[in-house]
């Protein structure tokens, strides 16, 4: 069976002025569907760039991206928007929610940009209910702690069942409560529903989640013993 996700010799460089820095330097791996997989590595890695790149955000200077046999890196950009609609759900470690609607409103919103007809009042109950936010659907997000507001992008990640979740050090500000809750949903919504997971994060706890840990440092992917903020803790 082929890869689900794919990357193949990504390479990405920021200009800064008249400086050049580069994030990825030939990155190439593969994913296969249902995998949950956690990319670690130190600031400045390139880990961010990588998870920007695989969800179609922004495009490489060169390579390859191919997504359930796409190229999204030869879309034009209507058709990568298309795709992330309908098959990639994004979780960030700043949670964006809209300030001006309450959280029920900020994960349903999620379906109507998507218009996939995934209108399922059964999954939005089970999913608000397991992130312990069925009391809290009718606060706004300043009405709400950190923990319950990251648990609003994941269900609004969530709501219309991707075939991809990207999630991006989504516990970087959360307690270790919070941290537990939406790991534990992340991992069951891999394992329910089939969903291919890819997160980013630097907590060696969180990543214990994946089936399998990659390691990132100057924009390669290096082996375990090469990382040396992780080695220090084996």
Not at 107 to 123: H, K, L, M, Q, V
């Given at each position: 069976m082929g890869a689900f996700i794919?990357?193949?010799d990504l390479r990405?460089?920021?200009?800064?002025?008249?400086?050049?820095?580069?994030?990825?330097r030939g990155i190439s791996l593969s994913v296969q569907k249902g995998e949950f997989v956690t990319v670690v590595g130190p600031s400045g890695s390139g880990k961010s760039s990588l998870f920007y790149l695989l969800g179609g955000l922004?495009?490489?200077?060169?390579?390859?991206?191919?997504?359930?046999?796409?190229?999204?890196?030869?879309?034009?950009?209507?058709?990568?928007?298309?795709?992330?609609?309908?098959?990639?759900g994004f979780v960030f470690q700043k949670f964006n929610l809209l300030p001006t609607l309450d959280a029920r409103s900020n994960?349903?919103?999620?379906?109507?940009?998507?218009?996939?007809?995934?209108?399922?009042?059964?999954?939005f109950s089970r999913i608000t209910e397991l992130l312990g936010l069925a009391k809290r659907l009718n606060h706004r997000p300043s009405e709400l702690s950190g923990g319950e507001q990251q648990r609003v992008a994941l269900a609004r990640a969530l709501i219309n069942k991707p075939a991809v979740v990207l999630a991006d050090e989504p516990t970087g500000n959360l307690d270790t409560e919070n941290s537990t809750i939406v790991l534990q949903m992340l991992r069951q919504s891999n394992q329910e529903l089939g969903q291919t997971v890819l997160m980013i994060t630097h907590n060696p706890e969180a990543a214990k989640y994946?089936?399998?840990?990659?390691?990132?440092?100057?924009?390669h992917i290096v082996k375990p013993e090469e990382d040396p903020q992780w080695a220090a803790r084996d």
């Open positions: 794919e990357a193949i990405k460089t920021y200009h800064v002025g008249k400086i050049e820095v580069p994030a990825l922004t495009r490489a200077d060169s390579g390859k991206v191919i997504l359930d046999g796409e190229d999204i890196a030869a879309l034009p950009d209507s058709e990568r928007t298309r795709l992330r609609k309908r098959k990639i994960i349903a919103i999620a379906r109507e940009i998507s218009r996939n007809g995934n209108n399922d009042p059964a999954f994946g089936d399998r840990i990659i390691h990132m440092r100057d924009g």
